[in-house]
């Protein structure tokens, strides 16, 4: 029986799998500026290669977090100060 379905699944077209993601590209990005300090940060947020509902951001062009999901990230900016 498994045999039969999966000559049966191999012999019709292709899956129409979405592409490929880059995890070389920035997906967003956030900036950060203390008006009152004149002190401004970039967080550019990386699809992870971990889980694709998390990313692997970069501060200032340096790697700061390798997986982290949105809500943590955006909890900890609003933690920082």
């Known amino acids: 029986m498994n045999a039969a379905k ?3 699944r191999e012999s019709g077209p292709a899956p129409d799998y979405p592409p490929m993601l880059r995890l070389d590209v920035p997906v967003k990005r956030i900036v950060i500026e203390d008006l009152r300090f004149g002190s401004r940060h970039e967080l550019l ?3 992870s290669v971990h889980r694709r509902n998390s990313f692997r951001v970069e ?3 340096k790697p700061w977090k390798d997986c982290i999901g949105y809500s943590r990230l955006l909890a900890g900016i609003r933690k920082a100060r």
């Open 59 to 61: 501060m200032d062009g």
């Open 6 to 8: 999966a000559r049966k």
């Open 45 to 47: 947020l990386f699809i």
